[in-house]
């Protein structure tokens, strides 16, 4: 029988990214149930593969060191004021599930599609304002995290 749960859980992940950047889109803000259910589906992910036979290290370990330190990277442009609390929290719970094969690729395109989002923001405030300035511009970063961690999930489907 073909194994469903791991996919039918990145879908729900991805379903979760979509909510995540639709309320940013129109919120401004990522609320924490967000990134806390994309943390929840991990556990549920690890704990599946681990009955799947799949290593403890594997499963669990290497994906929570992961998450961790991109978090970690995030949090500090959050206090350095370049990224909102809502987006470190959902990159952070992306980066579990990416896991450390498909981390640096979800970063990576994470930046790109936040720059074509950024500069999507910056037209939008400049068409839409008087006389706009970049620091008054709020950038939706939840849809460039959604854009990458699709993707993530639809990598993860692929190769399951």
Known sequence: MTNLVEPSIYAFVAAILVWAAATDLKERRIPNIQPLLVCAL???????????GTS??????????TGILIFG????LYAIGHMGG???KL???VALVAGPTLSLSFV????????????GSLVHSYVNSASPTVSQVK?????AIMAGGVWVCLQKIWLS
Do not use: K, N
């Not at 403890?56 to 060191?65: E, G, Q, T």
């Open 42 to 52: 991990f556990g549920l992910l690890a704990f599946w593969q681990w009955g799947s």
């Open 56 to 65: 403890a290290m594997s499963a669990f370990v290497y994906p929570l060191i």
């Open 73 to 76: 990277l995030c949090l500090v």
């Open 86 to 88: 809502g987006d470190v």
């Open 91 to 93: 990159i952070g719970a």
């Open 108 to 119: 990576l395109f994470v930046t790109i599609a936040g720059g074509f989002v950024a500069l």
């Open 139 to 143: 950038v939706p970063y939840g849809v």
